[in-house]
């Protein structure tokens, strides 16, 4: 385990868009030979890679992943109900396609790479990944922690599994590989380890595990965090909070003050710290007349880091902000391959996951990728989770598409829970209806 990153950047990511077709109807000659990072090609090729030895720009790496991040969290906002509580865990995600990439050959390996960080190898970004994974689960100021898992199918895919890729990606991310058969026992047992994995926050990722699925890899994150100053009795009171459908609802509304503020010509906020001050609360605050969609949908990594970066410790800022629980859930497959341009993952004909498992009819690829988060901030702290799953599947049909239907935060705004070092988004979302 490496020492060397004090901090580096954390984002989870939870959000779903429903179904979709495989996308990329490009084909791909055997070799990948676009791809101009080195490949792999043999299974033992995991058995000479040293993570330990890899060496990476961590401003670069940190500055693409940054980019990365508020890429998503946007695309999934523009793709959302305007009136929807957004919040997603780009990291979540991250972690899990990292488990799949850690598989992939040629080109699908290198637009993984690409979206998370664009010039860097694939060794690289692994490296990142698993940077950041210990960094998250021996914090000790708050309560955080990634897990991983890999389930595979029994019936299907285990006697073809590289027994070389299942040791990597237990050693490197510390997933936990099952097998069984994909039936209901199994699907409870993929329900239970989220559950224990996100501290009962989230319960479920899949209604049932398909039977015709290969692989199931899952990415679980939860974080628990105390206010660095907690809200006392006095600074507590009963307020209302205008919903973007035009509703109003009565809420607790948490008093208090912050020594630093934000303004840009979009947005006004504030900063609220969680003990030890290695994490914070950013709240985002959109104009008059713009929702916390409509803010969210138009952001940019630059206009994120604009924000950011207006920072003034010139006021004693008078906060409010509402206790408020919430949920959200998404399929991935449009964001990640349409807009995100992991195009070859997620196409039977193309995808080149020739690292997981000996496919010699067929081909394996992403079928869907589902992602969960939850949050409540209440007076004491804040409770978050996220988890990402993606199924793989074997030369199936095609997926139908579905149908995807001062400062006082008083209404809708956006915020992230974020590294104070890096100031890049752990969580980051939108509330803009809170039920009483």
């Given at each position: 385990m490496k020492n060397r990153m004090n901090r580096i950047t954390i984002a989870l990511g939870i959000s779903l868009v429903l179904g979709l077709t495989a996308c990329g109807n490009q084909a791909i000659e055997e070799t990948g030979a676009s791809c101009e990072q080195e490949e792999r090609e043999q299974e033992d090729d995991f058995d000479e890679i040293d993570l330990e030895k890899v060496a990476y720009n961590e401003e670069s790496m940190?500055?693409?992943?940054?980019?990365?991040?508020?890429?998503?969290?946007?695309?999934?906002?523009?793709?959302?109900?305007?009136?929807s509580n957004v919040m997603i865990s780009p990291t979540s995600v991250m972690m899990a396609l990292e488990l799949v990439e850690a598989g992939a050959v040629g080109d699908t390996s290198h637009q993984i790479t690409e979206m998370i960080c664009p010039g860097a190898s694939h060794e690289e970004v692994q490296s990142f990944a698993a940077d950041m994974r210990e960094q998250m689960n021996t914090t000790e100021t708050v309560q955080m922690s990634v897990a991983n898992s890999l389930w595979i199918n029994e019936d299907r895919i285990a006697d073809r599994m590289n027994d070389s890729y299942v040791s990597y990606v237990e050693n490197t991310f510390g997933a936990l590989a099952t097998t069984v058969p994909f039936d209901e026992a199994a699907t409870t047992e993929v329900n239970n380890w989220v559950s224990e994995n996100t501290n009962g926050m989230i319960d479920q990722i899949v209604d049932r595990l398909s039977e015709d699925a290969c692989l199931l890899l899952v990415n679980a994150i939860a974080f628990e965090g105390e206010w660095e100053q907690p809200y006392e009795e006095h600074q507590i009171e009963d307020g209302e909070f205008?919903?973007?459908?035009?509703?109003?609802?009565?809420?607790?509304?948490?008093?208090?003050?912050?020594?630093?503020?934000?303004?840009?010509?979009?947005?006004?906020?504030?900063?609220?710290?969680?003990?030890?001050?290695?994490?914070?609360?950013?709240?985002?605050?959109?104009?008059?007349?713009?929702?916390?969609?409509?803010?969210?949908?138009?952001?940019?990594?630059?206009?994120?880091?604009?924000?950011?970066?207006?920072?003034?410790?010139?006021?004693?800022?008078?906060?409010?902000?509402?206790?408020?629980?919430?949920?959200?859930?998404?399929?991935?497959?449009?964001?990640?391959?349409?807009?995100?341009?992991?195009?070859?993952?997620?196409?039977?004909?193309?995808?080149?996951?020739?690292?997981?498992?000996?496919?010699?009819?067929?081909?394996?690829?992403?079928?869907?990728?589902?992602?969960?988060?939850?949050?409540?901030?209440?007076?004491n702290g804040t409770r978050a989770a996220a988890v990402t799953a993606i199924e793989m599947k074997e030369n199936c049909c095609v997926v139908e598409e579905s149908v995807i239907k001062e400062v006082i935060l008083d209404r809708p705004f956006a915020y992230a829970i974020v590294d104070t070092e890096t100031m890049t988004p752990i969580f980051i979302g939108t509330m803009n209806v809170i039920e009483e």
């Amino acid at each position: 385990m490496k020492n060397r990153m004090n901090r580096i950047t954390i984002a989870l990511g939870i959000s779903l868009v429903l179904g979709l077709t495989a996308c990329g109807n490009q084909a791909i000659e055997e070799t990948g030979a676009s791809c101009e990072q080195e490949e792999r090609e043999q299974e033992d090729d995991f058995d000479e890679i040293d993570l330990e030895k890899v060496a990476y720009n961590e401003e670069s790496m940190v500055d693409g992943y940054q980019n990365y991040s508020i890429s998503l969290f946007q695309k999934c906002v523009a793709e959302s109900n305007e009136n929807s509580n957004v919040m997603i865990s780009p990291t979540s995600v991250m972690m899990a396609l990292e488990l799949v990439e850690a598989g992939a050959v040629g080109d699908t390996s290198h637009q993984i790479t690409e979206m998370i960080c664009p010039g860097a190898s694939h060794e690289e970004v692994q490296s990142f990944a698993a940077d950041m994974r210990e960094q998250m689960n021996t914090t000790e100021t708050v309560q955080m922690s990634v897990a991983n898992s890999l389930w595979i199918n029994e019936d299907r895919i285990a006697d073809r599994m590289n027994d070389s890729y299942v040791s990597y990606v237990e050693n490197t991310f510390g997933a936990l590989a099952t097998t069984v058969p994909f039936d209901e026992a199994a699907t409870t047992e993929v329900n239970n380890w989220v559950s224990e994995n996100t501290n009962g926050m989230i319960d479920q990722i899949v209604d049932r595990l398909s039977e015709d699925a290969c692989l199931l890899l899952v990415n679980a994150i939860a974080f628990e965090g105390e206010w660095e100053q907690p809200y006392e009795e006095h600074q507590i009171e009963d307020g209302e909070f205008s919903n973007s459908d035009g509703s109003v609802s009565d809420v607790t509304m948490l008093n208090g003050n912050s020594d630093v503020y934000y303004e840009t010509e979009n947005a006004t906020g504030f900063i609220q710290y969680y003990s030890g001050q290695e994490y914070a609360f950013v709240a985002m605050l959109p104009k008059e007349n713009q929702s916390a969609n409509e803010f969210a949908a138009f952001l940019t990594a630059d206009s994120y880091q604009e924000f950011i970066d207006s920072a003034s410790y010139d006021y004693m800022v008078v906060t409010q902000m509402p206790e408020f629980k919430s949920e959200f859930d998404m399929e991935m497959n449009n964001v990640l391959c349409n807009e995100m341009g992991i195009t070859d993952a997620f196409n039977p004909e193309t995808a080149n996951f020739s690292g997981i498992a000996d496919i010699s009819e067929g081909n394996l690829y992403i079928n869907r990728v589902l992602h969960k988060t939850f949050i409540e901030l209440d007076r004491n702290g804040t409770r978050a989770a996220a988890v990402t799953a993606i199924e793989m599947k074997e030369n199936c049909c095609v997926v139908e598409e579905s149908v995807i239907k001062e400062v006082i935060l008083d209404r809708p705004f956006a915020y992230a829970i974020v590294d104070t070092e890096t100031m890049t988004p752990i969580f980051i979302g939108t509330m803009n209806v809170i039920e009483e």
